[in-house]
Nanobody
Framework: QVQLVESGGGLVQAGGSLRLSCAASGNIFSINNMGWYRQAPGKQRDLVAGITSGSSTNYADSVKGRFTISRDNAKNTVYLQMNSLKPEDTAVYFC????????????????WGQGTQVTVSS
């Protein structure tokens, strides 16, 4: 019953901001890396930002300086603060987490959120 639930997507004008949230819940033993990916029409799904269990971060070059990924381990939640949004940021954003479920021994399994639409108008 492990699942990721996303929120915060929507429509904003260029230069605006959005904050995406993704909460993991269920029979979780631990969560390793978490990340945000996006997929625009006609394009592949690419990593936007990642964060390790120790809160080390990495970003795609296209979002550096504008987006910030963070996590609250007590809440099993990862966030993506998106500032100075551009039309080219328009995509479906997916949350991802590498999770050790309580039934899974020491093995990591990848889980995906359902995706949330972010649309940035010109």
């Amino acid at each position: 019953q492990v699942q990721l639930v996303e929120s915060g997507g929507g429509l904003v004008q260029a230069g605006g901001s959005l904050r995406l949230s993704c909460a993991a819940s269920g029979n979780i033993f631990s969560i390793n890396n978490m990340g945000w990916y996006r997929q625009a029409p006609g394009k592949q799904r690419d990593l936007v930002a990642g964060i390790t269990s120790g809160s080390s971060t990495n970003y795609a070059d296209s979002v550096k300086g504008r987006f910030t990924i963070s996590r609250d381990n007590a809440k099993n939640t990862v966030y993506l603060q998106m500032n100075s949004l551009k039309p080219e940021d328009t995509a479906v954003y997916f949350c991802n987490a590498a999770i050790v479920p309580r039934w899974g021994g020491a093995h990591l399994y990848g889980y995906w959120g359902q995706g949330t639409q972010v649309t940035v108008s010109s």
